[in-house]
């Protein structure tokens, strides 16, 4: 495959990670400064933890992603270092999807004080996503696998 053709898919991830990374630096900087209201700080704070540490299994798994597509440029997308690429966003999306579960009861406390019941939905967004990214990884995993295993089976064919 000519290199560069996965160039948009790469733009898109730094795309996809510049605007997390900025969020997250001023996020930092703006709290900081401006601390949570003292009432609601033993529940916001779980949360905002939460959040700040799901972003290393985001970043891992965009990485991995950029990886993938480093092996598909260098024709080595039916390779076991692809399925391994997979393997980890997999794993990625598990444990993005693991914070926010454990943040959701903040959500809901936060939601039954202020009562607004529609934030546990959107408390739930990011758990479905980051599980729909885990299920299309091991999807492709899988595929990718029996794709290898049938090119060893013609390899070996006379």
Known sequence: MKRGTTLFLKLALIIMGIPVLALGIYGFFDLSNNPANPEYAHILYPIVIGMYLSVLPYFGALFQSYKLLTYIDKNKAFSLISVTALKKIKYCGIIFSVFYILVIPFVYMVAEIDDAPGLIIVGM?????????????????????????????????V
């Not at 967004?125 to 595929?143: D, S, T």
């Open 125 to 157: 967004v990011p758990i479905f996503g980051g599980l729909v990214i885990a299920v299309f990884a091991a999807v492709l995993q899988r595929l990718l696998q029996e794709a290898i295993y049938i090119k060893s089976e013609n390899e070996l064919t």
